[in-house]
């Protein structure tokens, strides 16, 4: 990976790369996880072949700064990042892959720009951006960890395994999602794809439960069997032939 940077107004270095020519395609990794998971998996190898591909480091992961307040996870920041990359990368307009709390991203990306022509959501349901329980689970777990890392009340080396988990960044982020607007499938501005697997029952629920709204926005829902949210991503033979046709066929390739 040849990784290149840009700087978010508040000072945030934000990492990315491009492989391959064409229409313009943003990748947008996993909670805890980052641009790499594309790489290694062998995505990008397959992509670029179709698309100018752009794998992103989101705020707080992989080589992009490890920002540990919650102001820094505004949702409004977040998607000035991605502008940001994309501008620098020449692309007046793209369409975006996001996985799990990537796919989170992509839904207001789709609902906000109008440089994004489609969106592939993979693993999560539109609404609400994270589940108020689950926060408060994560942070009672946690915070105490992310709050000694902040203020630096903690030996280098429990610092160095902290930044590893990445965990000061996930509360932080976590606890920012909160106050993120709940996304409709009707908000988005763009084609949509959804794509879960029958295994992954929180969004397989929201699925039957949503599909009048689903079927008026014109979302493509694919269901894959027997897949998990983990398989979702990693079972790339089962995903991959899902999800390019609708890209290309949205970004004027097929």
């Given at each position: 990976m040849n990784t290149q940077f840009v700087i978010y107004t508040d000072g945030a270095r934000i990492a990315y790369d491009v492989s391959g020519q064409g229409p313009s395609l943003?990748?947008?990794?996993?909670?805890?996880?980052?641009?790499?998971?594309?790489?290694?998996?062998?995505?990008?190898d397959r992509l670029k072949h179709d698309f100018s591909v752009m794998a992103v480091d989101l705020r707080g992961s992989g080589e992009s700064e490890f920002l540990v307040n919650v102001?820094?996870?505004?949702?409004?920041k977040v998607c000035a990042d991605l502008s940001a990359v994309a501008g620098a990368c020449n692309a007046e307009q793209f369409v975006v892959w996001g996985y799990s709390f990537g796919g989170n991203i992509a839904?207001?990306?789709?609902?906000?720009?109008?440089?994004?022509?489609?969106?592939?959501?993979?693993?999560?349901?539109?609404?609400?951006?994270?589940?108020?329980?689950?926060v408060e689970q994560f942070?009672?777990?946690?915070?105490?960890?992310?709050?000694?890392?902040?203020?630096?009340?903690?030996?280098?080396a429990k610092q160095k395994s902290a930044v590893k988990g990445q965990i000061p960044a996930l509360?932080?982020?976590?606890?920012?999602?909160?106050d993120w607007p709940s996304i409709d499938p009707g908000e988005v501005r763009c084609p949509s794809l959804l794509l879960a697997g029958t295994r992954n029952?929180?969004?397989m629920t929201w699925i039957a439960s949503h599909r009048p709204a689903l079927d008026t926005a014109n979302v493509q829902v694919e269901i894959v069997d027997g897949l998990d949210h983990p398989q979702e991503f990693t079972r790339i033979d089962q995903v991959y032939p899902l999800v390019?046709?609708?890209?290309?066929?949205?970004?004027g390739t097929q």
């Open positions: 943003m990748l947008l990794h996993a909670a805890g996880k980052d641009r790499r998971d594309w790489h290694k998996l062998g995505y990008v102001d820094d996870y505004r949702i409004d839904r207001y990306l789709g609902a906000w720009s109008d440089r994004v022509k489609a969106i592939a959501v993979i693993g999560v349901p539109f609404g609400p951006a994270v589940s108020a329980k689950f942070v009672a777990k946690w915070g105490a960890l992310a709050e000694a890392y902040r203020t630096g009340a903690m030996s280098p509360v932080a982020c976590l606890q920012a999602m909160r029952k929180g969004v390019t046709p609708f890209l290309k066929r949205c970004s």
